[in-house]
């Protein structure tokens, strides 16, 4: 007779969740249900990127934590395991962001988003220079909207680490006036290969450049404009 083939228990993970991961998943805790006898830390995380996207921006930067232990990707959760999901503590993780009213310090924001793993560490510089086309530009003005340009750009410096895995970015931005040949903006790209921390880069000035309220304001010899409404 044929061997029958072994039957599969599935497995059923109780899920704890924290701060900011429980605002976004609207419970403290869920239950997920694994048609396998095993599951490891990584399915687990691609479930839960699947089931809730509200986490998924979040989720590279989350820690797993298995009977009150941190344990890594590889790690197998057993069907009476304790698990919790961590998310980055106050004072800790997220990605550095910030307004500044002062001059920019990228050799800071480099050191500061530089890691062992990085084989490339890539960053921009945005400056301000003295045409506009035809028109001559002699300073430029910066106003934002404070808290919500710092959390866009949380936000958007998030959706890049999650869009490619094992970046690290970080964003600054000045406002107030601003001289010619003055830097208004830093985003510094760290990432295990070239290519990524480029992509990631594009994607971060392509995304400020949309998103985030920040208005810039070109001082003319003959008067001012605020960029992209010509008034």
Same mark, same amino acid.
């Given at each position: 007779?044929?061997?029958?083939?072994?039957?599969?228990?599935?497995?059923?993970?109780?899920?704890?969740?924290?701060?900011?991961?429980?605002?976004?998943?609207?419970?403290?805790?869920? &239950? =997920?249900?694994?048609? +396998?006898?095993? !599951?490891?830390?990584?399915?687990?995380?691609?479930? #839960? *990127?699947? %089931?809730?996207?509200?986490?998924?921006?979040?989720?590279?930067?989350?820690?797993?934590?298995?009977?009150?232990?941190?344990?890594?990707?590889?790690?197998?959760?057993?069907?009476?395991?304790?698990?919790?999901?961590?998310?980055?503590?106050?004072?800790?993780?997220?990605?550095?962001?910030?307004?500044?009213?002062?001059?920019? &310090? =990228?050799?800071?924001? +480099?050191?500061? !988003?530089?890691?062992?793993?990085?084989?490339?560490? #890539? *960053?921009? %510089?945005?400056?301000?220079?003295?045409?506009?086309?035809?028109?001559?530009?002699?300073?430029?003005?910066?106003?934002?909207?404070?808290?919500?340009?710092?959390?866009?750009?949380?936000?958007?410096?998030?959706?890049?680490?999650?869009?490619?895995?094992?970046?690290?970015?970080?964003?600054?931005?000045?406002?107030?006036?601003?001289?010619?040949?003055?830097?208004?903006?830093?985003?510094?790209?760290?990432?295990?290969?070239?290519?990524?921390?480029?992509?990631?880069?594009?994607?971060?000035?392509?995304?400020?450049?949309?998103?985030?309220?920040?208005?810039?304001?070109?001082?003319?010899?003959?008067?001012?404009?605020?960029?992209?409404?010509?008034?």
């Amino acid at each position: 007779m044929p061997r029958q083939a072994r039957a599969c228990n599935p497995v059923r993970i109780h899920l704890r969740l924290f701060a900011v991961c429980r605002e976004r998943a609207g419970s403290d805790h869920i &239950d =997920l249900d694994f048609d +396998q006898s095993t !599951v490891d830390v990584q399915t687990l995380k691609e479930n #839960l *990127s699947t %089931q809730l996207p509200a986490l998924r921006s979040i989720l590279p930067s989350v820690r797993v934590a298995v009977n009150q232990r941190f344990v890594d990707e590889a790690h197998e959760i057993g069907p009476d395991d304790e698990v919790a999901l961590i998310p980055p503590v106050s004072g800790g993780a997220g990605p550095p962001v910030a307004l500044r009213d002062r001059t920019l &310090d =990228l050799a800071d924001l +480099q050191k500061r !988003v530089r890691g062992a793993e990085a084989g490339a560490v #890539l *960053s921009f %510089q945005g400056t301000v220079r003295n045409r506009t086309g035809e028109h001559a530009v002699t300073h430029l003005e910066y106003e934002a909207y404070v808290e919500m340009a710092e959390a866009y750009l949380g936000r958007i410096a998030e959706e890049a680490e999650s869009r490619w895995p094992g970046a690290r970015v970080g964003i600054e931005h000045r406002i107030g006036r601003l001289a010619v040949g003055e830097v208004s903006v830093i985003i510094v790209v760290a990432h295990p290969h070239r290519a990524e921390a480029f992509e990631a880069c594009r994607y971060l000035i392509e995304c400020l450049k949309q998103d985030v309220p920040i208005w810039k304001k070109e001082i003319r010899p003959d008067g001012g404009v605020w960029v992209g409404v010509g008034s």
